[in-house]
């Protein structure tokens, strides 16, 4: 079975820092892989996900992530913050091909931005 | 874009009584509905997945006879949580996998069971 792990609980910084949230996964196969965020009182909302080609993949709000299959990580990165992408990340992950099938979040990365 | 509704958005109940929490896909088809509970600070734990029209998969550890899931139609899908008790407080999650693609998230339900 899958799993996911997700390094920093809790990050704070300041506008206009950059942001970099870890992820890493296990698994024997080849994977699908999405962050996911939650702005306080709303549902998830995917910010980007990668499926196959390059492993540079470009998301909503100005967030990327790189996956490198040789460290089993999928890095979450912002370049600038903004007080508005105060919120909560996950991380998660599914086996290629079980599109449909559960995905297997990470714990979580709460983010504070503070203006 | 699509869209889950998932109401009621906050419900609080007495100690021994149920609750029936709905989850609509509004311009799709959700032919599988993952049920999701969610604890402070902590990750998306999933409780159940349904397929239309099929009884549901529970995850180990979860109760269904508590736990009762509906998935009867390819719009609709309900968690009854069944003679609640303060441990089931929980913010509660739904999530449609269908015709749209992807993963679409309801916009959660906090239970409170007093």
């Known amino acids: 079975a899958q799993s996911v792990s997700q390094h920093n609980h809790h990050v704070i910084l300041s506008e206009a820092a950059s942001l970099e949230l870890g992820c890493n996964y296990s698994?024997?196969?080849?994977?699908?892989l999405f962050w996911y965020v939650q702005y306080p009182g709303q549902h998830l909302q995917l910010l980007l996900k990668?499926?196959?080609?390059?492993?540079l993949v470009k998301g909503i709000n100005g967030f990327e992530a790189e996956f490198i299959k040789s460290k089993f990580s999928f890095n979450l990165r912002k370049p600038s913050v903004q007080w508005s992408d105060t919120a909560e990340y996950f991380c998660a992950v599914i086996p290629t091909g079980a599109a449909g099938n559960k995905l297997t979040f990470g714990g979580g990365t709460r983010v504070l931005v503070k203006p | 874009g699509a869209v889950v509704s998932q109401h009621p958005s906050r419900v609080i109940c007495k100690s021994g009584t149920s609750v029936k929490i709905e989850c609509r896909s509004l311009?799709?088809?959700?032919?599988?509905m993952f049920w999701y509970r969610q604890f402070p600070k902590q990750s998306l734990m999933l409780m159940a997945t349904?397929?239309?029209?099929?009884?549901?998969?529970?995850e180990q550890g979860v109760e269904k006879d508590k736990f009762l899931i509906n998935h009867a139609s390819l719009t609709l899908s309900t968690l009854t949580v069944t003679s609640a008790h303060p441990e089931d407080s929980s913010f509660y999650i739904c999530s449609a996998y269908g015709t749209a693609g992807g993963y679409t998230f309801g916009s959660g339900t906090r239970l409170t069971v007093v």
């Open positions: 990668y499926f196959s080609g390059d492993p």
């Open positions: 698994y024997g196969g080849t994977v699908n």
């Open positions: 311009d799709f088809q959700a032919t599988t």
């Open positions: 349904s397929n239309e029209g099929s009884k549901a998969t529970y």
